[in-house]
């Protein structure tokens, strides 16, 4: 690694370490991982003694490469996103993952106070992070990070999260096809549901995993 990418890791790391600290201040589970193999391997750890695991369609977790490992172990695995299954199923799965064991989920911004934002159009994925599963393990890239308010993660979100998401799920909303978000009414509006985490909900176990590299968008 040259110095250049050496330095402008460390500044990430810098960030990593306090977006940790504030979460562990406001009572998550926290950690920092210098890698993606990392928060991998606490994944696995984590899941040894859960037997049904819940995925919320995060493409930061699809990147860790967890689900097929977490099978071969004889897990059950929840996931939603198999295009084959017809609508009622994929919700039937859904409802399932709001009481499974481990629910993995992605994070559409982190504050450095330790705050955690996220916009969803169902509502499946942060309700599963607010309540129900006995673990919540939610995995963050440094992309995500925000020196800010949530007010300041929600416009991030809607400038580089949701229109890529759109356009990726082929929904027919303006930011699918400017990139850029003017508070549609479209009929396919993803941003439906807002949350801000900002301590520990009291009966989940929510551990947050912040990676030093990128990670989905
Ligand atoms: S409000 Fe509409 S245009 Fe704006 S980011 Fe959400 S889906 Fe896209």
């Known amino acids: 690694m040259g110095m250049t990418e050496d330095l402008i890791r460390w500044t990430h790391e810098q960030k990593c370490r306090k977006?940790?600290?504030?979460?562990?201040?406001?009572?998550?589970?926290?950690?920092?991982c210098d890698t993606q193999k990392a928060a991998a391997e606490y994944i696995i750890a984590g899941a040894a003694d859960s037997v049904t695991i819940g995925f919320g369609g995060s493409m930061s977790v699809v990147s860790l490469g967890v689900e097929q490992l977490l099978r071969e172990q004889g897990k059950e695995i929840l996931n939603h996103g198999n295009p084959a299954l017809s609508r009622?199923?994929?919700?039937?799965?859904?409802?399932?993952?709001?009481?499974c064991d481990l629910f993995l989920s992605g994070c559409n911004?982190?504050?450095?106070?330790?705050?955690l934002v996220n916009?969803?159009?169902?509502?499946?994925?942060?309700?599963?992070?607010?309540?129900?599963?006995?673990?919540?393990?939610?995995?963050?890239?440094?992309?995500?990070?925000i020196d800010g308010t949530p007010q300041d993660a929600i416009k991030r979100v809607k400038a580089w999260a949701t229109p890529?998401?759109?356009?990726?799920?082929n929904f027919?909303?303006?930011?699918?096809?400017?990139?850029?978000?003017?508070?549609?009414?479209?009929?396919d509006r993803l941003c439906r549901v807002t949350t801000i985490i900002d301590r520990k909900p009291r009966f989940t176990d929510l551990h947050v995993l912040v990676v030093n590299e990128d990670m989905g968008f």
Do not use: W
Request: aromatic share 4%; hydrophobic share 35%.
């Open 19 to 32: 977006a940790v600290a504030s979460l562990d201040r406001n009572g998550f589970t926290a950690l920092y």
């Open 109 to 115: 911004a982190l504050t450095l106070n330790g705050e």
């Open 172 to 187: 027919k909303t303006p930011c699918a096809s400017t990139g850029f978000c003017n508070d549609c009414n479209s009929p």
């Open 119 to 145: 916009i969803d159009a169902t509502g499946n994925r942060v309700g599963a992070m607010l309540f129900g599963p006995r673990r919540v393990i939610v995995v963050v890239g440094r992309n995500k990070l």
């Open 88 to 99: 009622d199923e994929r919700l039937e799965i859904m409802r399932h993952q709001l009481t």
């Open 164 to 169: 890529p998401n759109s356009k990726r799920l």
